[in-house]
């Protein structure tokens, strides 16, 4: 099971709409989350590694198996998804017993298999009620219960905190924890960095269908710190001020206008680049307005790094 | 991974779906399709039934109707045959009158018309005709049952056995076990068909029954001696093909589309120019091989429009051998196609 998890350029539309684009991945064994805002990609990555879904372009392989063979890829991995569905008049029990026997347990191995998943998730007292009439937190949990109880290699997981109350938070991520500690994967979807950083050995950071970061942590958090903003400036002596900002550390480039007016300047360090540009000003330079190039790029970095909304 | 151990998984998702299928509310108004034939003829067998025991102190003989001739008058028919069991009144034009007296002779049924006092016609009938009623009942089988109750029935079986969990929201839980697509494909049509066989064998053998219930027993224990058995058998072997059948063909649509009106218009129209394709066209049919299958070919009336026998006009049969593979090849056709589809399905709830 050392391959691990393998996108190699792998594209998925959906008609028209883009899903997740030219995506290329290793995902080792341990908590791995994927952040990203409301329709980046995350349920599109997990979907193609179940083969939910199939790639348009490129392949994956979840360790050393391809997702279109759902006869052995299913024995070491399990799957909780986003959709917020149970078998009509399913108690909780039926829930997570009904797929069990398609392993090929044996009718006492299914019950016990069932029982201790739900002991894991707490939700023994509500076994006997119906899926139907469970609260949004304790859906989320049953269907967590299925995901795990035949114990699977690889365990997927489509925002499995959502609507969990701290104590349920809790313990739930230290069966993450413990699965993890076990040479397992743990694969994670979440809208906040925050939310989940502290528990990931790896994070992958998407957004528009597309993979910004990914690594450890630390790595990633200073990437993003790090990203490159543009910034237009509109001066008069443009080209003087264009030597002194490129003599600058965090400055990587500078691009003058043809009609010697203007400039754009790539920095690593916006707060640096804007206290640098302060003094210029103020020492002289004739700086007649200051502009962010790409907005909406920063605006998606601070989301991330900052917590989202 | 062995075969066995797939075939054991097809059937315990065969076991698991088999409820929901018997059970689910829609499959409702199949049960009412499969039961209308019954129905109707226990209908008629009450009816005729009552009408016995109602006439039985009023029997006629027989010599004394078959003496009564036209131009005889009222009172002279009332004299010698008595009071009729039924009579009605009726009025035609200004000044004509008539009235119909029905009489009874314990095995037929003489109905004498009198006009202005005189008999004006007189009409013989068996009071259950054996022989007409087996006919109506091919007539039923044909344009009813085949065409109409196994065809919408399958339709709601099958196309659901996907589409419904599609609408549900709840077809990933099957794409998630371990099991090849091919054999969740085949454990659901083993469900549908074991609902679709069941309900529909004897929704058939039902209303054959109550069609026999009010003939005159030495009529039906003669017709044991002779064709009944094999009628009875081929009635309900070909309700068991037309599941298989439409079966396969409606699980296919159901993989394929989600209106389940568009495979009932296309398959109702491609089943009807049936008789105008090709010869190689018209094997890939159900309704072909099946009617080639029921024991008494469909009653057309020379009297039918001349589009509606066009129609309705079952292609030349063939041997029930011939029938029984032609419908096995359509149906393995129809199902690996479904498997090549299902293989590359995709779990897609957010478009309707
Ligand atoms: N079935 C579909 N049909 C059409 N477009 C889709 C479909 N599923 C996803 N998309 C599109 O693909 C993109 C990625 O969606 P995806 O569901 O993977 O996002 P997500 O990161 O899981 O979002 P969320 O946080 O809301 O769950 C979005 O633009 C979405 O609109
Ligand atoms: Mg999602």
């Not at chain 2, 051998?321 to 957010?350: D, P, Q």
Request: hydrophobic fraction near 45%.
């Amino acid at each position: 099971m050392g391959e691990g998890i393998v996108f190699d350029e792998v594209s998925k539309f959906y008609g028209e709409v883009l899903g997740v684009n030219r995506v290329s991945l290793h995902i080792p064994p341990g908590i791995t989350s994927m952040v990203g805002p409301n329709g980046s990609g995350k349920t599109t990555l997990m979907n193609l590694m179940t083969g939910l879904i199939h790639p348009d372009r490129g392949s994956i392989s979840v360790c050393g198996l391809s997702p279109r063979n759902p006869e052995s890829l299913m024995r070491i991995l399990g799957y909780a998804t986003q959709y917020d569905a149970a078998p009509r008049g399913a108690t909780g029990f039926d829930f997570v017993s009904a797929g069990l026997l398609l392993y090929g347990y044996s009718a006492e191995e299914t019950r016990r298999r069932a029982w201790q998943a739900l002991e894991r998730v707490s939700l023994t007292e509500a076994a006997g009620r119906k899926v139907a009439g469970y609260s949004k937190g304790m859906r989320q949990r049953v269907r967590l219960a299925q995901a795990i109880a035949h114990d699977p290699e690889v365990l997927v997981l489509d925002e499995p905190l959502n609507g969990l109350d701290p104590l349920v938070r809790a313990e739930t991520i230290a069966m993450f924890r413990e699965f993890a500690a076990r040479g397992r994967h743990v694969i994670l979807s979440s809208h906040v960095l925050q939310e989940v950083d502290v528990i990931s050995d790896q994070v992958i950071l998407i957004a528009n269908g597309m993979i910004i970061a990914e690594g450890q942590i630390r790595n990633v958090r200073d990437e993003i710190e790090e990203h490159p903003s543009q910034f237009m400036i509109r001066c008069r002596d443009a080209s003087r001020l264009a030597s002194l900002l490129f003599d600058m550390e965090h400055v990587a480039e500078v691009k003058l206008h043809e009609d010697r007016q203007g400039m754009l300047v790539l920095t690593r360090n916006r707060r640096e680049f804007s206290l640098a540009l302060t003094r210029l000003a103020s020492s002289g330079s004739p700086v007649e307005s200051v502009m962010a190039a790409d907005e909406n790029v920063d605006a998606l970095y601070e989301y991330l790094i900052g917590g989202g909304r | 991974m062995n075969l066995k151990f797939r075939l054991r998984q097809a059937g315990m998702i065969a076991k698991l779906e088999l409820r929901r299928v018997f059970l689910a509310k829609r499959s409702l108004w199949v049960y009412l399709l499969a039961l209308f034939p019954a129905v109707v003829f226990l209908g008629h067998g009450i009816d005729v039934k009552l009408d016995q025991q109602r006439w039985a102190g009023r029997v006629t003989p027989a010599a004394v109707l078959d003496s009564i001739e036209r131009g005889d008058s009222e009172d002279e028919v009332i004299r010698r045959a008595g009071d009729p069991v039924s009579k009605r009144r009726y009025r035609r034009g200004r000044d004509s009158r008539g009235s119909t007296f029905s009489y009874f002779d314990g095995q037929r049924r003489v109905d004498v018309r009198i006009e202005d006092g005189l008999v004006a016609s007189k009409n013989v009938r068996a009071h259950v005709n054996f022989e007409e009623d087996r006919q109506v009942f091919a007539g039923f089988f044909h344009y009813f049952y085949l065409r109409l109750a196994i065809f919408f029935g399958c339709l709601g079986i099958f196309m659901n056995l996907f589409r419904g969990e599609m609408m549900g929201k709840t077809l990933h839980f099957w794409f998630l076990a371990p099991v090849r697509r091919d054999v969740l494909l085949a454990g659901k049509y083993m469900a549908g068909l074991a609902a679709a066989v069941t309900i529909f064998t004897t929704g058939a053998l039902l209303s054959f029954a109550a069609m026999l219930w009010p003939q005159d027993p030495a009529a039906v224990q003669a017709y044991w001696q002779q064709q009944g058995p094999s009628h009875l058998f081929w009635y309900g072997a070909s309700s068991a093909l037309a599941c298989l059948g439409y079966g396969s063909v409606f699980l296919a649509a159901g993989l394929l589309v989600r209106n389940p009106i568009i495979p009932a218009v296309v398959l109702s129209f491609w089943e009807g120019i049936n008789g105008f394709l090709p010869a190689m066209l018209q094997k890939l049919s159900v309704l072909y091989y099946v009617e080639s299958l029921t024991p008494v070919p469909a009653p057309i009336g020379a009297d039918a429009p001349v589009l509606a026998r066009m129609l309705l006009a079952p292609a030349a049969p063939v041997s029930a051998a011939t029938a029984v593979a032609g419908l096995l090849g359509v149906t393995v056709l129809v199902l690996w196609m479904a498997s090549r589809r299902i293989g590359r399905l995709e779990i897609n709830y957010s478009t309707e």
